[in-house]
């Protein structure tokens, strides 16, 4: 049997074993579990807020950052909400400034990232002052990598530069539908093949890490099939998706870079028939961690996007990202109303659903572990 067709049976068995939520009585704590503060479920908390330097930043996300309840940020350059450029980015020295206040005022390490693919999603462009950077599908296009290896050394000397750690890149879906909205059409993927994917997305990974620039793959487990945009509604994947679009993630995450990996709000019911990739043990905890024994640091995609805040509540969302094994949740707070008070909303849930025991606290403690590992190496 194929490998990841005896990973398919292998998870269908799952659905009805080791992937099942924990239950209350399961999951209750004795008296040696250290206790869990709101700093600590702060760290598993990125956040977007509005603000060009220090002093347009509201003091509620001011207050929120000086306190940890907000753990780790996200720039933008366009606000959604207000339809508008001039959110967080300007100018080199505008952002550079920004990027040290805020980790001056944070009480620890701040994850500070961005989506800089290059291409469509760029977020510092040359209008203010950036160098230009080639889409993926340009850079796969090519059959050596020196081009990616090139805008992959520029970007990755810039963003250090900047004060930022984190870039949401590169995506490594394979362009199974070159007329997917959201991959395809807008030039995202590196290449229709595992091969043309993994040779570029490590060019473009070794010029970060050499630049102590965490590498973010994305979107697991493979959107590049998809017919429609998860920040628009919901994406079911079912009759397109293939264990193929696994492999650039198993080959890249057994080099020896530190890598990352973010999730998709893809639906496969044949793999979960309930819930979508970011809220699903079957893909997080079976794939990801049992079967490729990655023990990193898993983002979730945007959890406003509309492929989740559209079907479940807030409550549901939050518990079954962090059962599924999310470690950082992820609100850009750019789709949908602007919210200044989502890290607290956040935490009150948190604090909610241990208290009841319908998450762990082990799972909490598992994922500020891998956060604070993560952040010892990036801060070097």
């Given at each position: 049997?194929?490998?990841?067709?005896?990973?398919?049976?292998?998870?269908?068995?799952?659905?009805?074993?080791?992937?099942?939520?924990?239950?209350?009585?399961?999951?209750?704590?004795?008296?040696?579990?250290?206790?869990?503060?709101?700093?600590?479920?702060?760290?598993?908390?990125?956040?977007?807020?509005?603000?060009?330097?220090?002093?347009?930043?509201?003091?509620?996300?001011?207050?929120?950052?000086?306190?940890?309840?907000?753990?780790?940020?996200?720039?933008?350059?366009?606000?959604?909400?207000?339809?508008?450029?001039?959110?967080?980015?300007?100018?080199?020295?505008?952002?550079?400034?920004?990027?040290?206040?805020?980790?001056?005022?944070?009480?620890?390490?701040?994850?500070?990232?961005?989506?800089?693919?290059?291409?469509?999603?760029?977020?510092?462009?040359?209008?203010?002052?950036?160098?230009?950077?080639?889409?993926?599908?340009?850079?796969?296009?090519?059959?050596?990598?020196?081009?990616?290896?090139?805008?992959?050394?520029?970007?990755?000397?810039?963003?250090?530069?900047l004060g930022f750690n984190v870039n949401f890149a590169p995506v490594v879906d394979i362009n199974v539908n070159p007329d997917n909205p959201v991959i395809g059409k807008i030039k995202r993927s590196y290449g229709a093949t595992t091969g043309q994917v993994v040779r570029h997305a490590r060019?473009?990974?070794?010029?970060?890490?050499?630049?102590?620039?965490?590498s973010v793959l994305k979107h697991f487990p493979g959107h590049g099939s998809s017919e429609s945009d998860s920040h628009k509604g919901f994406t079911d994947v079912t009759a397109t998706w293939t264990p193929e679009e696994l492999e650039p993630f198993e080959q890249l995450l057994a080099s020896e870079e530190v890598l990352a990996v973010m999730t998709a709000h893809v639906f496969n019911r044949t793999i979960d028939s309930i819930y979508p990739a970011t809220l699903s043990p079957h893909y997080i905890q079976a794939m990801l961690r049992d079967s490729f024994h990655y023990d990193g640091v898993v983002f979730s995609d945007d959890l406003q996007m509309n492929a989740v805040n559209k079907l479940y509540d807030f409550e549901t969302i939050i518990k079954?990202?962090?059962?599924?094994?999310?470690?950082?949740?992820?609100?850009?707070?750019?789709?949908?109303?602007?919210?200044?008070?989502?890290?607290?909303?956040?935490?009150?849930?948190?604090?909610?659903?241990?208290?009841?025991?319908?998450?762990?606290?082990?799972?909490?403690?598992?994922?500020?572990q891998r956060i604070t590992n993560l952040k010892k190496q990036l801060s070097k």
């Open positions: 049997m194929h490998k990841y067709s005896l990973l398919l049976f292998l998870t269908g068995l799952l659905l009805t074993t080791s992937c099942q939520p924990t239950s209350s009585a399961e999951s209750s704590t004795d008296d040696a579990t250290p206790q869990i503060t709101d700093a600590m479920l702060g760290q598993l908390i990125m956040q977007g807020f509005r603000g060009l330097e220090i002093d347009s930043v509201s003091p509620i996300i001011k207050d929120q950052l000086a306190n940890g309840e907000i753990g780790n940020i996200i720039l933008f350059d366009y606000d959604v909400g207000l339809k508008r450029y001039g959110r967080n980015i300007d100018s080199p020295p505008q952002v550079e400034q920004l990027l040290t206040d805020l980790q001056a005022l944070a009480p620890g390490f701040l994850l500070t990232a961005i989506d800089q693919e290059g291409g469509r999603v760029t977020r510092l462009r040359p209008v203010y002052g950036f160098p230009e950077i080639a889409a993926a599908q340009d850079m796969g296009a090519k059959e050596n990598t020196d081009s990616t290896t090139y805008y992959a050394t520029q970007n990755a000397t810039n963003l250090k530069k060019a473009w990974i070794i010029p970060h890490a050499s630049a102590g620039i965490l079954q990202s962090i059962l599924a094994g999310v470690d950082m949740l992820v609100f850009g707070n750019n789709l949908e109303d602007y919210d200044e008070t989502l890290a607290r909303r956040t935490i009150a849930t948190l604090r909610k659903l241990l208290d009841s025991g319908e998450i762990p606290a082990e799972r909490i403690l598992e994922s500020y």
